[in-house]
């Protein structure tokens, strides 16, 4: 890169989603999802238990039922690589059974964006689609196509940093 191209190469700016929650039920969290202040669509996780990544990890898994929880309330980055358990799925060889994953989430592990209808579905996990009624969601298989397809492949192509925060309404 000649000193010219340097020079006037501006970085990155970040992609911010934003996921706020707002429909708590018994066993699913509904909320929506926002691209760079864009609202996308809706998304559904398990049950709020009111955690924030700021508290003490051990009062995070005092208070966490495992498979039955949504992550904490905070901000984290995000990465793209292949899920040992998911890579085989028909919607993620487009990707090369890559997902995005969620960092440094207080006592959790291997928190990922990938489709599914009901809270009750993930351990942890966040699905966008269509808000159908309460505790599910549609065309979450398109909902995440999009949007990889739209936002967070071109942004891990050209490595761009990806942050999500979660926050209640």
């Keep these: 890169m000649g000193l010219l191209s340097s020079i006037f190469k501006k970085p990155l700016r970040t992609l911010e989603l934003q996921l706020v929650r707002s429909e708590f039920g018994n066993d699913y969290t509904g909320g929506i999802l926002y691209v760079d ?28 039922v495992y498979a039955k929880t949504c992550i904490p309330y905070g901000r984290y ?39 599914f209808n009901y809270g009750t579905e993930s351990k942890g996990c966040i699905a966008v689609g269509e808000k159908w009624m309460p505790g599910k969601i549609i065309n979450a298989t398109k909902g995440y196509q999009d949007l990889m397809d739209f936002y967070l492949v071109p942004a891990f192509k050209r490595n761009q940093e990806v942050w999500i925060t979660i926050k209640k309404k």
Excluded at 95 to 106: A, I, M, R, W
């Design 37 to 64: 202040g864009m609202r996308f669509g809706d998304t559904i996780e398990p049950k709020d238990r009111g955690l924030t990544s700021d508290m003490p990890l051990a009062e995070i898994k005092k208070q966490k």
């Design 77 to 115: 980055k995000l990465s793209w690589q292949v899920s040992p358990s998911l890579k085989d799925r028909s919607y993620a060889k487009k990707y090369d059974g890559k997902f995005p994953y969620l960092l440094n989430v207080p006592g959790w592990e291997g928190v990922m964006l990938h489709p």
